[in-house]
């Protein structure tokens, strides 16, 4: 079982940056890749971007392609995601994800982060 913990997020005005990170921990054996999914209340769950830990090939959502990157220390367990030119419709809970299938698809992912609360006002 893999263990994540979130840390960062908070609120920004439109236009603002905000990173996020999390740290991985217990059998990490099975983990290929991890990543990053957000959501709204009421809405499904969706990947945001996710980055295999050897070799860094990454993937991203249309809606954050070019302001959002992905990042990774292997040897730390540790994946980042810097958030820029954020918009209000970024506004979501973030998830960080540990998968041994990698993909934007929700159901690749095999364990979960708290969630972390980003909140950007117009």
């Known amino acids: 079982q893999v263990q994540l913990v979130e840390s960062g997020g908070g609120s920004v005005q439109a236009g603002g940056s905000l990173r996020l990170s999390c740290v991985a921990s217990g059998y990490t054996g099975r983990t290929n890749c991890m990543g990053w999914f957000r959501r709204s209340v009421g809405k499904e769950r969706e990947g945001v971007a996710v980055i295999y830990l050897v070799g860094g090939t990454t993937y991203y959502a249309d809606s954050v392609r070019g302001r959002f990157t992905i990042s990774r220390d292997a040897g730390k367990k540790t994946v980042y995601l810097q958030m820029n030119s954020l918009k209000p419709e970024d506004t979501d809970t973030y998830y960080c994800?540990?998968?041994?299938?990698?993909?934007?698809?929700?159901?690749?992912?095999?364990?979960w982060g708290q969630g972390s609360q980003v909140t950007v006002s117009s």
């Open positions: 994800a540990a998968e041994s299938r990698c993909g934007l698809e929700t159901a690749y992912v095999e364990s």
